[in-house]
C-alpha cells in the first residue's frame, strides 16, 4: 500500500551571498523582488488522517505503529513508533529526555522571573 503525499510544497531557496553583483564596479541598482508563490497551504486534518492511516496500514506487517499526541507539560507534539505486540515504545520524538529537559527550563525560567519581580 502506498502512503498518499501531503499537499505541501517547501519554500523556494534564497538566494546566494556575494554573487555577481557583489563585484566591484557592478550594476549596483536595486532589482524588483522575484515573484514569490502564495505561501504553502497546511495540510488539512483529514489529509493527515488519511496519511497517518495508510503508514499505520504499511507498518501492520511488521508489528508496528505510529501514535500522535501532545505532551501536557511542554504543548510539544509527540511522535512515537509502537511495537504492537508488546506496546513498548520503539522510538520517540522529541525523545522523553528532551520533554524533561523543556520542562525544567520552563520551570527555571518562571523561578527567574518569580525573582526579579
Known amino acids: 500500500m502506498s502512503i498518499p503525499p501531503l499537499d505541501y510544497a517547501p519554500p523556494p531557496p534564497a538566494a546566494p551571498l556575494g554573487g555577481a553583483d557583489a563585484r566591484e564596479g557592478a550594476d549596483t541598482t536595486p532589482n524588483p523582488p522575484p515573484a514569490t508563490a502564495p505561501a504553502p497551504s497546511k495540510p488539512s ?6 496519511a497517518i492511516a495508510a ?14 499526541s501532545v505532551d501536557h507539560d511542554t504543548g510539544e507534539v509527540v511522535v512515537t513508533l509502537v511495537d504492537t ?6 522510538r520517540q520524538v522529541p525523545s522523553q529526555e528532551l520533554l524533561e529537559i523543556a520542562k525544567s527550563l520552563d520551570q527555571q525560567q518562571l523561578l527567574l522571573l518569580r525573582n526579579r519581580a
Do not use: G, Y
Open 55 to 68: 503508514l499505520n496500514d504499511a507498518l501492520k506487517a511488521n508489528d508496528r505503529a505510529v501514535e500522535f
Open 45 to 50: 486534518e483529514d489529509a493527515v488522517k488519511v
Open 85 to 90: 505486540e508488546t506496546h513498548s515504545v520503539l
